[in-house]
C-alpha cells in the first residue's frame, strides 16, 4: 500500500505529520461529529498575521470561515486540500484576563470532570464587547 506523506516542524519542538493512502478510500465524514469539533490549531504572532493568512489563503482558492472572535483570541478556520480542518489563532486578551484564566482553570477542569458540563466560571469571555 503505497502511503505519501509531509512533516513539519510547528513549534515547541512539536511535528505535524500528515499522510496520504491514495489507494484507500476516502475517510469520509462522521455524521454524529460536528465539522468544527475535530481539528488542528496553530498560534500565529498577533491580528494582522491572521489577516495574512486569511488573505493568502483565500487568495488559493480556499474558503475560509472567521476572523471569529473568542474573547481572549481571534481565529480562522478552514480546510485543506485533505479536509482536514484547520484554525489559525492570534491572542487579543490582557494580561489580567489570561491570569484570571490561569487562576480558574483547575476549577474549572475539575468541574468538567465531575459534570462533564461547560463550567460558567469564565462566561465573561463570551461577552462580545463589540457586538450590537
Known amino acids: 500500500m503505497p502511503v505519501t506523506g509531509t512533516s513539519s516542524p510547528c513549534g515547541g519542538g512539536n511535528v505535524v505529520a500528515f499522510f496520504e493512502l491514495p489507494e484507500q478510500p ?5 455524521p454524529n461529529t460536528p465539522t468544527w469539533v475535530q481539528h488542528l490549531a496553530f498560534e500565529v504572532a498577533d ?15 480556499i474558503d475560509v470561515l472567521g476572523p471569529t472572535w473568542h474573547g481572549v483570541f481571534k481565529s480562522i478556520y ?9 484554525e489559525l489563532a492570534c491572542n487579543i486578551g490582557t494580561p489580567e484576563q489570561y491570569a484570571e484564566l490561569k487562576a480558574l482553570a483547575p476549577v474549572m477542569l475539575e468541574e468538567w470532570n465531575e459534570t462533564r458540563r461547560a463550567p460558567r466560571h469564565a ?4 461577552n462580545d464587547p463589540g457586538a450590537s
Open 123 to 126: 462566561a465573561w469571555l463570551h
Open 78 to 86: 478552514f480546510f485543506d486540500p485533505n479536509g482536514h480542518r484547520l
Open 47 to 61: 491580528e494582522a498575521a491572521l489577516l495574512a493568512a486569511k488573505a493568502h489563503i483565500e487568495a488559493c482558492g
Open 26 to 30: 476516502a475517510m469520509g465524514h462522521d
